[in-house]
């Protein structure tokens, strides 16, 4: 009798292992039965290095959602660089890291006066994009969400330190990402593990003093695809004819970066001691940003042309200039370009309709195998597909069935208003 329970105690948690699992059959149909949109990816996806992973929610009687995902080509041991994706998570950090520290006074508009104590660091005074002209964590999350700034990005590096970073992946459960370095400032070696000191103050009263702070720790993953290429422009621009070594960057799978978005937007669907630690106000600054058009921001400012309004959204709209939003819809997401990747992470809802999903993609398109020389096709191979991907999949979903629609009201804002 106790081998029997044995037995069938197993054979329950493999089912459940099992059931867990994405399915990979219907992205793969749902593609192919779009040829005149997918076939030259399909042709060679891992040319592309295309990774998708979609997300169903449906919702029950009390509103609280329930999950189902489909994935296509996804692998966690396939290295795609997440470039600028990594800001959210580095971004709620911060502001998790606020709320721990509980000292007095010290909020996310304080004034944060960055410092430097390392060669190659820099210092923050003043911010011309804020309101009061200085410097805060409030500004710098605004900044990520509505244009990706990598300025910002780095500030909260620098205030959270590479080593509490990483000790969040692993309390979350995303065992398959690092961040490990800075953005756009060529951030190598030894100075990856150095963060600035910081100074925040609430007018000119001084409320708290981050010291620099020092990450010894190495954080080595062994992945397929960190060699890629036939060649590279180096720092002076001289052609290294020899693959590009992604190996010391930073990692952040498809599954990684949807599970911080699912965790972000629906708090309630995760236990207590696994949700972020943030206020009302933390998630309610981080959806409102999200989801604004760049244009739509008062301060910071973001005119046209060069900021139009889906110049962040990739999935749904290319990131066409000369698209026209639809005023019922709205994505809350993180996206990053770089290296001829293109990715997206999206929460998708059409408020009209009562249509909501989670979609998460990469792709890439780099024909001449050279790295740093700007050549990628993003315009011509990466953005249509992510555009086209998006809006098969939303037409899915304006024909599935719902037992309960959902109650969007919590993603509803009025972004005219400066808060």
């Not at 997206?344 to 909501?356: G, L």
């Not at 990628?376 to 037409?395: D, M, S, W």
């Not at 899915?396 to 009025?414: A, I, S, W």
Request: net charge positive; glycine share 4%; with cysteine.
């Amino acid at each position: 009798m106790k081998q029997y329970c044995i037995l069938l105690i197993i054979i329950v948690t493999g089912l459940n292992t099992l059931a867990q699992q994405p399915d990979t059959i219907f992205l793969k149909n749902l593609l192919q039965s779009h040829p005149e949109l997918f076939q030259g990816i399909l042709n060679h996806p891992t040319h592309n290095e295309v990774q998708i992973l979609y997300t169903q929610i449906n919702r029950d009687k009390n509103n609280k959602p329930h999950f189902k995902s489909y994935s296509y080509r996804l692998n966690p041991k396939r290295y795609f660089y997440p470039a600028s994706t990594v800001k959210l998570p580095t971004g709620i950090f911060a502001l998790e890291k606020l709320n721990e520290l509980k000292i007095k006074g010290l909020t996310k508009s304080s004034a944060m006066i960055t410092d430097s104590a390392f060669a190659g660091q820099t210092k923050v005074k003043t911010d011309t994009s804020s309101a009061n002209g200085l410097p805060s964590i409030e500004n710098y999350i605004k900044k990520i969400l509505l244009v990706s700034d990598n300025d910002a990005y780095n500030r909260l590096y620098e205030f959270v330190g590479r080593e509490e970073i990483n000790k969040k992946l692993k309390k979350y459960k995303l065992n398959n990402t690092r961040i490990i370095g800075r953005l756009a400032i060529n951030d190598t070696g030894e100075g990856t593990k150095h963060a600035n000191p910081i100074d925040f103050y609430n007018g000119d009263k001084l409320v708290y003093q981050k010291p620099a702070l020092f990450d010894g720790n190495d954080y080595p993953m062994q992945l397929d695809n960190m060699l890629q290429g036939k060649g590279y422009l180096d720092k002076n621009d001289r052609l290294v004819m020899q693959p590009f070594d992604f190996s010391q960057k930073n990692v952040y799978t498809i599954a990684d970066q949807q599970m911080v978005l699912k965790r972000l937007l629906f708090p309630e669907a995760f236990a207590a001691e696994q949700r972020f630690n943030l206020t009302l106000a933390d998630y309610r600054l981080i959806y409102k940003y999200m989801s604004m058009f760049p244009p739509e921001s008062i301060k910071p400012t973001y005119n046209r042309p060069q900021n139009y309004p889906v110049m962040s959204k990739l999935l749904f709209y290319g990131a066409d200039s000369t698209a026209v939003p639809d005023a019922n819809i709205r994505i809350f997401n993180k996206y990053g370009d770089s290296y001829g990747y293109n990715i997206d992470n999206a929460y998708i809802v059409d408020f009209k309709n009562k249509v909501e999903f989670l979609l998460t993609a990469v792709v890439q398109s780099n024909e001449d195998g050279i790295y740093n020389d700007n050549k990628y096709e993003y315009a011509t191979v990466c953005l249509p597909f992510l555009r086209n991907l998006g809006q098969v999949i939303y037409q899915h979903e304006l024909h599935r069935p719902k037992k309960h629609l959902p109650d969007l009201t919590n993603f509803k804002f009025n972004y005219h208003t400066v808060k």
